[in-house]
């Protein structure tokens, strides 16, 4: 049985065009899939405390109380066969709450080491993953994107790599090219979950 994990970041919620978009393809193509689902647009994570950092530097620190959100978060990474997280574009970058989960999920000796050439290695799994991005005028290649390379990046630091990104642009353009937009999302990330799974 496929395992997901679906993610939203955006302040709509689970009533983003993204999520309700992953939801519904999950619910067509891996129909028998256990489904996790979060809403961290509307229900942000804690952001990291000094006890945090100081846990990361601390003989036994990892264990404590002060990384218990993180170690949640990476355990259910773990758990899960296929990752979607659905994501607006915040000032040509990444939104507070995506980011928010990555400062808890990307954990040195947790979720990536450092290699004697001090580089960063991933220490979880890969699995499929898919980013859902929306934007609310722009067209992806007309304005800068620097949430493509980020997140890319992000997720291979800890291991993942295999990843597509489905764009979903003139979320303010009206319902005409709403509804464009997600009709061709959905070819595009149905195409890419039938391929993948």
Not at 30 to 58: C, F, H, K, M, W
Request: net charge neutral; with cysteine; proline share 5%.
């Amino acid at each position: 049985m496929t395992r997901a994990l679906l993610l939203s970041f955006s302040p709509h919620g689970k009533a983003a065009q993204t999520f309700k978009l992953a939801r519904a393809l999950l619910s067509d193509l891996v129909p028998n899939a256990a489904i996790t689902e979060r809403d961290y647009g509307s229900q942000a994570l804690p952001p990291l405390t000094r006890e945090y950092a100081n846990a990361l530097t601390t003989p036994g620190g990892l264990s404590g109380s002060a990384t218990a959100v993180s170690e949640q978060l990476i355990v259910e990474l773990e758990t899960c066969d296929l990752l979607i997280l659905c994501t607006p574009v915040h000032n040509f970058s990444v939104p507070a709450a995506l980011k928010g989960w990555i400062d808890h999920v990307v954990r040195i000796q947790r979720s990536f080491t450092v290699n004697p050439q001090f580089e960063k290695v991933g220490l979880l799994n890969d699995r499929r993953t898919f980013v859902l991005v929306s934007s609310g005028n722009a067209r992806k290649g007309h304005e800068p994107d620097f949430l493509t390379p980020y997140v890319t990046a992000i997720l291979a630091t800890v291991g993942i790599r295999t990843v597509d990104f489905v764009y979903l642009g003139a979320m303010v353009r009206g319902e005409e090219a709403v509804a464009r937009s997600v009709e061709q999302a959905h070819r595009q990330l149905a195409a890419a979950i039938s391929a993948g799974l």
